[in-house]
């Protein structure tokens, strides 16, 4: 519980109070050198901040923590978790803001929301509109069109500042694993951060208004202070639980939300408003200054993506960075000196603009450098600084000091205005340079496939894709026959409308196609081969699922992780158990991308490369003895770090060469279990082997009949798939029919 009394506010603005990364002007970080008392009817007069209370160690904690995060983002193997720089800036903010709001609130007695509001528009908004605008420019000019769709998309989501929520849907969309990284995606932490400011002030005006409203009916003297602390407490307290139990459950969308960071603002917002008094000796001040800069620094340089977090992991950065603005004023063999230097004050004064900064810089040298060393991240380095220099001079000052935008309204109008444009230009002037995209392509005997498939003399390595790379690129989020394809996760996904193909009442064979997305990639050459011989297709597909009839579960796991293994547990055996028993199915196909996995017996013992061979091949016997014919297909090249279409775009005149793999590195050297087990297994079924169409000799490429073989790294575009058709119609009459 909070004190009655409160010796002084530290590092409270007095003018214009901070972003995490956003208070700039070492003249404004001053505190209250006066008490405040319970409030009464009529609001207290306070003194103006005393200058003696000047903080300059907050820049350098600062600079400390964009430190961090650039260090992470440049070399992530050295500086493993310097992410936590984030958690330090959010600690920082929730200080300051709580402080200053607090102090507006006992001074005049209300919030003025809208100008409050306001003041962090024009702080705030500019600069991150800017780097919004210019990212987007340098997205058309430097980088390939198969990346602007994701982009723009992103851009939106940072303008209105829902960043965090956008990233956080796709770390749980399996088809969205594998995406670039974005020009913007380091704004999920600044949409954090408005979210927060949006939603205090009105915490904190419900708290005085219920205050009053005890102490008016029940005529008992209601503390400010206290009812704020404790409902600072009970905040975070609830978005602790949320965090540690929700990054147990689901680590990587737990990353971006916002209910698991509140708790690391409400911190900070206690240090603001938790009494000084008594003041501890000046060494054991020290003694707690250097354990919070330590703790940030162990977290930083231990910590790795691998860490859950944020969960209780954050509590080290966090209260590191607590014990450091609470325990930092002492002068004398403490962090203080470094933290209060002039360089570490003017990277702190900079330190917002170079967090928007940097990022975008790193995105383009890694696209538009062959080669990406340490001489280069240096130079992004100088080049951000220099940057965030002439945005504190040229942008920052001069809009937050401009007299015009005093009025909450004039502020108002110019972020509706840029929002309005800047939004639709990002929408728009894509679509004027964009590629024109094909409706169908004209499959001839040497498109696609076929053409390694039939040896052509033009094997179509080279030159112009008949589909834009954009265009294949768009089947990463919007992939064919969506019916046909269970998300990750889910076990009740209604699948009857998946019917291609033939007519189910009159076709000639009804095949059903099971497996993971590397069986539903398929489903665009069995529609289309369906449809020219009278075939019935049903899918049955599940995003991550490979059909294995073994538990997928690890016994030690939780949360999603659990969940989605019990849910492709429960769709393998029961559609394994459904095709076995259904009477209309005819030829079972069965397709995955291959397994690296671990896979466990129900006594929870782990089953071995054998076991699992020997699974497999029951189930497929199982199938074969009920009377249905079983085709294997077996696995694709995957592509470890070439995203086709991608590469397709910014090498076309060393596509074949540049964008191709070994067959070694893509199949042979991988776990296969649908080749294994159809080679060591004794169930009588007929493997089609894919390869063939996109490898010739030791290589396997990108681009085959002037076609993209895959729109990711292992996942067959639709066109090439559909190239298939001829020569899987001839083994279907030669070898499986025949």
Same mark, same amino acid.
């Given at each position: ?10 590092a ?18 001053t ?11 009529q ?10 209370s000047?903080?300059p ?10 430190g961090l ?28 803001i ?9 001074i ?22 800017l ?11 430097f ?12 851009i ?19 088809m969205?694993a ?14 954090i ?10 915490i ?12 008016n ?13 404790t ?15 929700y990054?147990?459950?689901?680590a990587?969308?737990a990353?971006?939300?916002t ?27 020290n003694?707690?200054s ?17 860490t ?9 950065p ?5 014990l450091f ?45 062959d ?46 205005? =840029?929002?309005?444009l ?5 929408? *728009?002037?894509?679509?004027?340079? @964009?590629? $024109?995209? &094909? /409706? %169908? ?11 390694l ?6 094997k ?32 009740d ?18 095949i059903?196609?099971f497996?993971?997305s ?32 073994l ?8 949360? =999603? ?8 547990? *429960?769709f393998?055996?029961?559609? @394994?158990? $459904?095709? &076995? /028993? %259904?009477?209309n199915v005819?030829i079972?196909?069965t ?15 782990s ?29 694709v ?21 540049d ?22 297994g ?19 490429? =990108?681009m ?14 639709e ?20």
């Amino acid at each position: 519980m909070c004190s009655t009394f409160m010796s002084a506010f530290v590092a409270i603005l007095t003018n214009d109070p901070s972003h995490e990364f956003h208070e700039r002007s070492t003249e404004e970080i001053t505190a209250t050198s006066r008490t405040m008392h319970t409030v009464t009817t009529q609001p207290q007069k306070i003194s103006a901040p005393s200058r003696s209370s000047f903080r300059p160690e907050l820049q350098g904690l600062r600079a400390l923590a964009v430190g961090l995060v650039l260090l992470f983002h440049l070399w992530p193997n050295h500086v493993s978790g310097g992410f936590v720089g984030v958690d330090v800036f959010f600690v920082i903010s929730g200080f300051l803001i709580t402080g200053h709001l607090y102090k507006e609130l006992s001074i005049t007695g209300t919030i003025k929301v809208t100008k409050f509001w306001a003041r962090r528009i024009m702080r705030l908004l500019p600069l991150a509109f800017l780097v919004l605008v210019v990212s987007f420019l340098c997205l058309l000019l430097f980088l390939p069109e198969t990346i602007w769709g994701m982009n723009t998309r992103q851009i939106l989501a940072s303008l209105f500042y829902v960043e965090n929520w956008a990233l956080a849907a796709d770390s749980v969309d399996y088809m969205a694993a594998d995406n670039e990284p974005s020009f913007v995606q380091h704004y999920w932490s600044l949409s954090i951060e408005e979210q927060f400011y949006f939603v205090l002030p009105l915490i904190l005006l419900g708290i005085f208004a219920f205050s009053k409203m005890i102490r008016n009916k029940e005529n008992v003297q209601v503390n400010t202070r206290t009812a704020m602390c404790t409902a600072l407490i009970l905040v975070g307290l609830v978005s602790f639980y949320v965090s540690v139990t929700y990054t147990n459950y689901q680590a990587a969308q737990a990353y971006f939300i916002t209910p698991t960071r509140l708790w690391e603002f409400t911190v900070g917002g206690l240090v603001a408003l938790i009494a000084r008094s008594p003041i501890l000796k000046p060494w054991i001040q020290n003694v707690f200054s250097w354990a919070g800069i330590v703790m940030i620094l162990i977290a930083a340089f231990v910590y790795s993506g691998g860490t859950p977090f944020p969960g209780y992991t954050a509590l080290l950065p966090v209260l590191g960075a607590a014990l450091f603005i609470r325990y930092g004023t002492a002068k004398y063999l403490s962090p203080y000196w470094f933290a209060s230097r002039s360089f570490a004050i003017r990277l702190g004064d900079w330190s917002y603009a170079i967090y928007l900064w940097h990022w975008p810089l790193i995105v383009i040298a890694t696209y538009v450098l062959d080669q990406y060393r340490w001489p280069h991240k240096f130079a992004i380095i100088a080049i951000t600084v220099i940057l965030a220099c002439a945005s504190q001079k040229l942008i920052e000052d001069p809009l937050r000091q401009a007299k015009y935008f005093k009025l909450p309204r004039r502020a108002f109008f110019a972020m509706g205005t =840029s929002l309005v444009l800047i939004a639709a230009t990002t929408l *728009s002037v894509p679509r004027l340079y @964009a590629s $024109e995209y &094909t /409706d %169908d392509v004209a499959m001839s005997d040497c498109t696609g496939a076929q053409a390694l498939l039939q040896n052509c003399s033009d094997k179509g390595l080279e030159g112009e894709p008949l589909s834009p790379p954009a265009q294949v690129e768009e089947e990463k989020s919007e992939h064919p026959y969506p019916e046909c394809f269970i998300p990750l996760g889910k076990t009740d996904f209604d699948r009857s409308d998946c019917s291609l193909g033939a007519d189910p009442e009159e076709a000639d064979l009804t095949i059903a196609v099971f497996g993971s997305s590397h069986a539903r990639m398929w489903l665009p050459m069995f529609d289309e081969m369906g449809k020219a011989q009278n075939w019935n297709i049903q899918g049955y597909t599940k995003s991550g699922c490979s059909p294995v009839p073994l538990s997928k579960t690890d016994p030690d796991s939780s949360g =999603s992780d659990r969940e989605n293994g019990q849910a492709c547990d *429960s769709f393998v055996v029961q559609t @394994a158990e $459904e095709l &076995t /028993d %259904d009477e209309n199915v005819d030829i079972i196909v069965t397709a995955s991308l291959g397994s690296g996995e671990n896979y466990f017996f129900q006594d929870g013992s782990s089953a071995s490369e054998k076991d699992k061979i020997d699974a497999i091949d029951s189930m497929w016997q199982d199938w074969s003895d009920a009377g249905k014919k079983v085709i294997v297909m077996g696995e694709v090249p995957r592509f470890k770090d070439i995203e086709a279409p991608t590469c397709v775009d910014t090498r076309p005149a060393t596509i074949s060469s540049d964008c191709s793999t070994s067959y070694e590195a893509g199949i042979s050297n991988r776990s296969t279990f649908q080749r294994t087990t159809a080679e060591e297994g004794k169930a009588d079924i007929d493997l089609y082997d894919p390869a063939d169409g996109i490898c010739k000799g030791a290589k396997c490429y =990108s681009m085959v009949g002037h076609l993209i073989t895959r729109y990711d790294k292992h996942h067959l575009s639709e066109e090439f798939a559909k190239s298939y058709a001829p020569d899987f119609t001839r083994f279907m009459y030669e070898d499986v029919l025949g």
